[in-house]
Nanobody, 121 residues
Framework: VQLQAFGGGLVQAGGFLRLSCTGS????????MAWFRQAPGKEREFVGT????????SYSDSVKGRFTISRDNAKNTVYLQMNSLKLEDTAVYYC???????????????WGQGTQVTVSS
């Protein structure tokens, strides 16, 4: 299984960015997809997750109302739309896949390489 995350970059506070993650090697629609992030000196943090059918999502309180996860199973791709970005959103963002719903990183068995998001003032 391979996941590739891309779309990171430098954006001003209040701006927006969309991350994408493309998967291969398993039946994409059967698995939960999630986004995590890790800022320098901090532990990896759950951002949000989406069920295989795309109908159910869950978010951390820190991003709820600003970030939206969606997926296109025909393209084996999951997206993270990030709006109203804040300085504290600066981190490396990782996509991951798991056989069941969870917000815990250890439940996810395959990970993308990460993409850097930097929010400037």
């Amino acid at each position: 299984v391979q996941l590739q995350a891309f779309g990171g970059g430098l954006v001003q506070a209040g701006g927006f960015l969309r991350l994408s993650c493309t998967g291969s090697g398993r039946t994409f629609s059967e698995y939960v997809m999630a986004w995590f992030r890790q800022a320098p000196g901090k532990e990896r943090e759950f951002v949000g997750t989406i069920m295989g059918n795309g109908y159910i999502t869950s978010y951390s309180d820190s991003v709820k109302g600003r970030f939206t996860i969606s997926r296109d199973n025909a393209k084996n791709t999951v997206y993270l739309q990030m709006n109203s970005l804040k300085l504290e959103d600066t981190a490396v963002y990782y996509c991951a896949t798991a056989p069941r719903w969870s917000s815990k990183s250890y439940e996810y068995d395959y990970w993308g390489q990460g993409t850097q998001v930097t929010v400037s003032s």
